[in-house]
Antibody, heavy 122, light 107 residues
Framework: QPQLQESGPGLVKPSETLSLTCTVS??????????WGWVRQPPGKGLEWIGS???????SYNPSLKSRVTISVDTSRNQFSLNLSSVTAADTAVYFC??????????????WGQGILVTVSS | DIQMTQFPSSLSASVGDRVTITCRAS??????LGWYQQKPGRAPKRLIH???VLQSGVPSRFSGRGSGTEFSLTITSLQPEDFATYYC?????????FGQGTKVEIK
């Protein structure tokens, strides 16, 4: 089964760009038509899908964040990354990377990373 | 976006109790509904997909039902390890959306 691990800075200043990477093992980010995505969870709150990358570089984003989000994939390193620009305190959250299904299952999350807390503060 | 209304937001129960959590979708999502369990500091763990299909390894005291807009997760004979927060997820329509969560606490 795939293993996913998030990495990146735990503290980002307001107005700057949050950058995280998800390293995948025991699977390939370039395999078939699976989607690879990001989900976040503000402290004490619920889950929000941020967006996904699939098919070697195509992307799908949550409309609520679309103007600030970029997700990319590095197949040589078997990683995918999240950039979220112009962050504010409201972007403070645990960020999870996850594998999603394919086809009709493309928005279903089956395997998750452990999550990484990112705090936005000066 | 499809809104997922989940209730109750929290409940207190005792070991051995039967509990039911409900999720209501703002439009028809067929059976494209999953349930997840999350414990503090951990990633969500999948329990059920396709509304009622139990994930391999999940105890049979968990069950799901529903279709269209009304769904439920039932835990029969609550065990100590079941105290957690539960989320529903609709994956029928872009963007995927989660319910607000139900925290199951020890009475």
């Amino acid at each position: 089964q795939p293993q996913l691990q998030e990495s990146g800075p735990g503290l980002v200043k307001p107005s700057e760009t949050l950058s995280l990477t998800c390293t995948v093992s025991s699977d390939s980010v370039n395999r078939g038509s699976y989607y690879w995505g990001w989900v976040r969870q503000p402290p004490g709150k619920g889950l929000e899908w941020i967006g996904s990358v699939y098919n070697g570089g195509s992307t799908s984003y949550n409309p609520s964040l679309k103007s600030r989000v970029t997700i990319s994939v590095d197949t040589s390193r078997n990683q995918f990354s999240l950039n979220l620009s112009s962050v504010t305190a409201a972007d403070t959250a645990v960020y999870f990377c996850a594998r999603q299904g394919s086809g009709n299952w493309r928005y279903y999350f089956d395997y998750w990373g452990q999550g990484i807390l990112v705090t936005v503060s000066s | 976006d499809i809104q997922m209304t989940q209730f109750p937001s929290s409940l207190s129960a005792s070991v051995g109790d039967r509990v039911t959590i409900t999720c209501r979708a703002s439009q028809d999502i067929r059976e494209d509904l999953g349930w997840y369990q999350q414990k503090p500091g951990r990633a969500p763990k999948r329990l059920i997909h396709a509304a009622y299909v139990l994930q391999s390894g999940v105890p049979s005291r968990f069950s799901g039902r529903g279709s269209g807009t009304e769904f439920s997760l039932t835990i029969t004979s609550l065990q100590p390890e079941d105290f957690a927060t539960y989320y529903c997820l609709q994956y029928n329509t872009y963007p995927p959306t989660f319910g607000q969560g139900t925290k199951v606490e020890i009475k």
